[in-house]
């Protein structure tokens, strides 16, 4: 009998050791609302350039947003989560951002100069990025759990984007097809006529900074909305950046096909108003000063992983100290 008591109360002992070591291994890859979430995401994406913008002077972030040119971008997210208030994103977006001189209004300002030169573009967007989020508001709660609560975080981080501008080539036939406009050299580029404008890169790094909100449906569901900027280190998003060079140019450097696709694509003015004939040469075609941006208002839907409605979670439910009775 006394062998028997030992060996149930060894038995016991063992089990509450296995069962703390358990508990204590699954905290540390997962709270009881889990450390892992996935996401998707869809909403507007807006281009921030050379082209189209709102009267006057061309101006920076939402003061120069033209809606009819904005696309819907869709992406992914994973997030995983050290501690509630600090949480690590990756994710990658596809998009499409568009400018169109003929949108900007005619007020009778500094807008009618992108009017007359009629330039417009159109480049899918594919992107994946790297950020820190941050959230503030997390020592403030005074309840577990996830279920019921508004997280607002602010997030910041790297990425890399690939983009491929093109625009619309009119036919003698009058039918429309779009180009792809880097290969045109538009502004000179790798000219030795232009020894400073050096062809550019179609895959680019960002910088993304931003910031939103979460509202937990339950413990392992949420709904939110962020707003997701991009700063970029190039402003040949739109294709658009310096001065008109000379179309003759094109001549040495391009394709008997391509010359004709150049001459129109570089100067647009003489389709809005047939009566100018003459090409501005190394007069102002872009602004060099800014570099090409985008943003995105996303609405995000995302679950909890290893929450506690997994099946993780209603094992770690299970995992209870014996009771003597």
Partial sequence: ???????VRLSVLVSTFLSISLLSTAQSISSPNGKIEIGIGVGPMIFLGDLGGSEGVGKTFIKDVDLPMTK???GIYLNIYPMEWLGFRLAG?????????AQAPDKGGAERFRRKRNLKFESKITEAYAALELYPTVFLEQYDGLAGKIRPYGLGGVGVFHFNPKGEFIESNGNKRMVELKPLRLEGQGMAEYPD???YSLTQLEIVVG????????DGMYVGFEILHRKTFTDYIDDVSTTYIDPALFNNY??????????????????????????????QRGDPKENDAFFSGILRFGWRLNGVNTPNGRAKRQLKCPVYY
């Avoid at 910031?211 to 339950?218: D, Q, V």
């Avoid at 096909?257 to 004939?277: C, D, G, H, K, T």
């Fill in 93 to 101: 977006n596809l998009g499409h951002v568009q400018g169109d001189d």
């Fill in 72 to 74: 819907i971008s869709k």
């Fill in 254 to 283: 391009l394709a008997p096909e391509q010359i004709p696709v150049a001459r129109q694509l570089m100067f647009r003015e003489n389709i809005y108003n047939p009566s100018v004939s003459r090409v501005y040469t190394n007069e």
């Fill in 1 to 7: 009998m006394r062998t028997f008591v030992h060996t």
């Fill in 197 to 199: 404008r050096k062809e």
């Fill in 211 to 218: 910031g939103g909100f979460k509202y937990y449906l339950t």
